[in-house]
Structure formats: structure tokens, C-alpha cells
């Protein structure tokens, strides 16, 4: 059946005032998650000189973050599916407020790891929500420009992200993670009136052997990938055991957390592949990039962060005219109705 229907009277319009809040509020809580990963990297510095780290401690500030919101972001999707998108979106953004105000407390890097991995389980509950939200709301004459909105005010929240993490950093890297508060306690304001939504058709089974293989696979190759010489090449080993044995479940699972039969399809593979690598090489040279500016040549918090402004607005706008483009429309549309 497809996904696109006609608008009934449950539905909102971007005209209102509760559609706009809508948006607002989504737009807000995304774009928390974004500018806290700009002012991380712009903050490594600073974090690394005054809590004695190393860089493998450096990339853990980073990986540790990435790695819970990439292997549970998909769970994140289905908790909203069965429990409300609303409920869970919420839940999201209070525990990145809780898990940012760690971060800025964290008297170590250790603890500080830790925090930031409880960040990036918080995103995964908060970002899928986010569209899905916006998508299960709007009827279909909004609903295009509605997530139209939401792509374009994201892409200046994250060219903004790196002169305002520099600013905050120059002051005192904690300043980054403490704008979390007022920016989550906002968020949920703007959230209290918004519509609550589900998947009647959502299984009531998790796939808990994918969730488990999928985290132990991304841990080790994380682990391979920053410190080599620790352990390095048994977690490579337990990386690709992990990752053979969750093809392996997912094939034989009922209610796959991954159906391997997307994967047949040739734009769906290749987009998630070059996706894949595209975003290896961004994120790890904009990691290397804000250490070498500050303190290779010896750039303050907010010259490194404009420095990396011209990426952010190059971005904003090739992402927004290939976003609109008809082609990339139409795909969606078909993946939506399929």
C-alpha cells in the first residue's frame, strides 16, 4: 500500500501553529544532535590538554559516540514504531540532556567516553523519531515540504555548529556541552502539544541476536580501526566472526532487524556503500583537520571552527539541490510505497 494518501483532519498542515511548533521541535532536537558532534571535534583539543588524553583517547570521544548511535539507531526506529514516536523522541532528548550535562562534569576521559557512548545511545532514540514524526503528522500535500524544511534548517544549524562550538570552546570546552540543557528544555516545551503516532503493524518481537552482533561487530571493527597495537587484530577477528554470524541470523529470523532482501536492490547498495565511505572520510578528517589547525598551527577554538565553515555551507547547499531534485524524490517515493 502506499505510503503517500490523502490528508485527513488528524493531520497537520505547516501553515498552523501546531505544525510549525512540530517542526520546530524536530528541527531543534536534530539539530542538538548535530551541532554537539561540530563542537566535539572543534573541543578535542582542549579536552585532551586538560584531562591528560592520548589520541586513541581522542578518538574514543568520538567513536565511542558513533559507534552506540549507528548500531542502535534502527532499534531506536522500532521502540518509536511500538511505543510512540513521541514517547520515545522525548526520552531521547531528556537522556542526551542528562548524558551531555555528564560530559561537561566528566573529571576524566574515561568517564567522559562513557558519557558520550550514553549520548549516542540517546540519538539513536531521538533522530529516527525526528522524520518519522514529521512524516506521520503532515498529510501529503505537507509532507514534502515540511521534510524540505527540516533538511534545509538542519544545514544551517550544522554550518552554524562550528563558529559557535569555537566560540564556546575559546571560553571553556564545557560551555559546548552545558548548551544542550537549554536547547533540550526547549525541545520539550515545543513537544508537549505534538501529535502522538505508531505502527499498529509493528512486530512486538525484537530482534535481540542482530541487536547484539550488530554492536559486538561495529565495537570491534572501532576497535581494530583506533588502536591497533591493543588488541587490534582479535578485534578485527571477533568484527568480521560477528558479522558472518548476523547475515547468518538474519537469514533465518522471522522478524529480521536488517532484511537482507533490501540489499538485492542495485541503488539501494551501492547509495549505502559510498555512503558508507563518503562519511569515513569526513568524519575522520574533520577530526584530524581541528587538531592539526589548533595545535599544529596554533589556531584558537573559533579560527579553527571558521576554517570549517566553508565545508559546512558547500554541504547546505549541494545537499538542498540534490534533496529537491525530482529523481531523488521519485526514489523516495518509491521506497515509501514499497
Request: aromatic residues 10%; neutral net charge.
Amino acid at each position: 500500500m502506499p505510503y503517500c494518501v490523502a490528508v485527513t483532519d488528524d493531520e497537520l498542515r505547516l501553515d498552523t501553529t501546531a505544525g510549525r511548533r512540530l517542526l520546530a521541535t524536530t528541527v531543534l532536537g536534530s539539530g542538538m544532535v548535530f551541532l554537539d558532534g561540530t563542537i566535539t571535534n572543534v573541543a578535542l583539543p582542549r579536552i585532551g590538554r586538560e584531562l591528560d588524553a592520548d589520541l586513541a583517547g581522542l578518538q574514543w570521544v568520538v567513536n565511542g559516540y558513533a559507534l552506540s548511535l549507528a548500531a542502535l539507531i534502527v532499534v531506536g526506529g522500532s521502540l518509536g514504531d511500538h511505543f510512540g514516536r513521541k514517547r520515545v523522541y522525548a526520552l531521547g532528548v531528556l537522556s542526551f540532556v542528562v548524558a551531555s550535562v555528564a560530559v561537561a562534569l566528566a573529571p576524566t576521559i574515561h568517564l567522559l567516553v562513557c558519557a558520550r557512548v550514553v549520548q549516542g545511545v540517546a540519538a539513536a532514540a531521538l533522530t529516527p523519531g525526528s522524520l518519522a514524526m514529521l512524516q506521520s503528522a503532515f498529510g501529503e500535500r505537507d509532507r514534502l515540504k515540511a521534510i524540505g524544511a527540516w533538511s534545509g534548517m538542519l544545514g544551517i544549524a550544522t554550518a552554524a555548529g562550528p563558529v559557535v562550538g569555537g566560540w564556546l570552546v575559546g571560553i571553556d570546552w564545557r560551555y559546548g556541552f552545558w548548551l544542550n540543557v537549554p536547547l533540550g528544555a526547549l525541545v520539550l516545551w515545543l513537544l508537549r502539544d505534538a501529535p502522538e503516532s505508531s505502527d499498529p503493524d509493528a512486530s512486538h518481537r525484537f530482534d535481540v541476536p542482530a541487536i547484539v552482533l550488530t554492536v559486538t561487530m561495529l565495537a570491534g571493527l572501532t576497535w581494530a580501526l583506533t588502536d591497533w597495537r591493543a588488541g587490534g587484530p582479535f578485534a578485527a577477528a571477533v568484527a568480521v566472526v560477528s558479522a558472518v554470524a548476523l547475515v547468518v541470523a538474519e537469514k533465518r529470523s522471522s522478524h529480521p532487524m536488517i532484511p537482507l532482501v533490501l540489499f538485492r536492490n542495485r541503488i539501494f547498495t551501492w547509495v549505502n556503500v559510498a555512503t558508507l565511505f563518503v562519511y569515513a572520510s569526513f568524519t575522520g578528517s574533520m577530526f584530524f583537520v581541528a587538531l592539526f589547525l589548533q595545535v599544529s598551527a596554533g589556531w584558537s577554538p573559533l579560527e579553527a571552527g571558521a576554517a570549517s565553515l566553508p565545508i559546512s555551507l558547500i554541504m547546505l547547499v549541494l545537499s538542498g539541490y540534490f534533496g529537491a531534485s525530482r529523481s531523488a524524490a521519485a526514489l523516495s517515493c518509491r521506497w515509501s510505497a514499497a
